[in-house]
């Protein structure tokens, strides 16, 4: 079965810096990966995806990911941190079946950036 | 805008009283998915249906069920919620045309059990 591990439930930033939010992954099969980003009582809503045409995917709002096979790892990452960043992040492994493709999610990490 | 809409927001029912959650799309998607998403946890699977075929998951208690009368619809009942039922439910869709995409989301129910 497919899984995702994401490392570290909370992450605290300044506005400004560097985000850097941890997924790796589990996969006998080339993976198909997702971040998606919930805000408070929100549903959620995709940052990216990776369906293997490119290592380095660019997503919403700045953000990007970069498939590391070698270390089975799609890590998210944003140069510079707003405050309005500040959501919980779920990395995401589809397992495609005939009966149509499912979403394993990660245990999500919350987000704060301080001012 | 095209899009995955669920109603209410927020429900509170009483234990053991039945209730339904509702979901439509305007995105024509074949598959719809319903994931329970517990306090600060990840969203799970409960069941999902490709077009009328439905599929449940192994560990998804007998009671919930669902029902998809036609492509737009989707319903989550829950028979006799229990306080461990409440949680925000959240409904999605996807096109698996080629190759997999992604799921698209509605804003989610949240459930209250007094």
């Known amino acids: 079965a497919q899984s995702v591990t994401q490392l570290g439930s909370h992450v605290s930033v300044s506005e400004g810096a560097l985000v850097l939010l941890r997924c790796n992954y589990s996969s006998s099969v080339p993976p198909y990966l997702f971040w998606y980003v919930q805000y408070p009582n929100q549903g959620l809503q995709l940052l990216l995806k990776y369906t293997s045409a490119a290592t380095l995917v660019k997503g919403i709002n700045g953000f990007e990911a970069e498939f590391k096979k070698s270390e089975t790892s799609f890590h998210l990452t944003k140069p510079s941190a707003h405050m309005s960043d500040a959501a919980e992040y779920f990395c995401a492994v589809s397992e495609v079946r005939t009966s149509g493709s499912r979403l394993t999610f990660g245990e999500g990490t919350q987000l704060t950036v301080n001012p | 805008d095209a899009m995955v809409i669920q109603n209410p927001r927020y429900q509170v029912t009483q234990f053991g009283k039945p209730v339904t959650l509702s979901c439509s799309q305007t995105?024509?998607?074949?598959?719809m998915y319903w994931y329970q998403q517990k306090s600060s946890q990840a969203p799970k699977l409960l069941f999902h249906?490709?077009?009328?075929?439905?599929?449940n998951e192994a560990d998804t208690p007998d009671n919930f069920q669902s029902r998809r009368p036609n492509t737009s619809f989707c319903f989550l009942d829950i028979r006799s919620p229990g306080l461990g039922d409440a949680a925000m439910y959240l409904c999605?869709?996807?096109?698996?045309?080629?190759?997999?995409?992604?799921?698209?989301f509605g804003q989610g129910t949240r459930l209250t059990v007094v």
């Open positions: 249906y490709y077009d009328k075929d439905f599929n």
């Open positions: 995105l024509n998607h074949n598959v």
């Open positions: 999605a869709t996807s096109s698996p045309t080629g190759f997999v995409t992604e799921a698209f």
